[in-house]
């Protein structure tokens, strides 16, 4: 079953999260995983929207993402990311249709 990151982020220092973007598609690629959304605009079609910055990452399995996030290769740039940026990131389950 798929699994997805999806992260809600605030930028609050661009040139140190430019540093964070220029290597992290690397290490996700290392384990598997692939942009579903990489920023862009977001529009609220109902309530108020939230979204600052919106990353949806796809692993293979739960398995397969938890292994990038707890990597030794993320962990630093976990560390970049939230020295020049605030927000949520969270771990979902996919769903495969019967």
């Known amino acids: 079953m798929p699994a997805y990151l999806i992260a809600n982020i605030d930028v609050t220092d661009p040139q140190g999260f430019e540093a964070y973007r220029a290597r992290v598609p690397a290490v996700i690629a290392q384990y598997g995983g692939n942009y579903a959304v990489r920023g862009g605009a977001v529009t609220a079609v109902e309530g108020t929207s939230p979204f600052k910055r919106l990353?949806?990452?796809?692993?293979?399995?739960?398995?397969?993402?938890?292994?990038?996030?707890?990597?030794?290769?993320?962990?630093?740039?976990?560390?970049?990311?939230?020295?020049?940026?605030t927000g949520d990131v969270v771990l979902v389950d996919g769903f495969v249709p019967a």
């Open 55 to 85: 990353v949806v990452l796809e692993f293979a399995t739960m398995d397969a993402l938890k292994a990038f996030y707890h990597s030794p290769e993320y962990a630093p740039l976990i560390a970049l990311r939230q020295g020049a940026s």
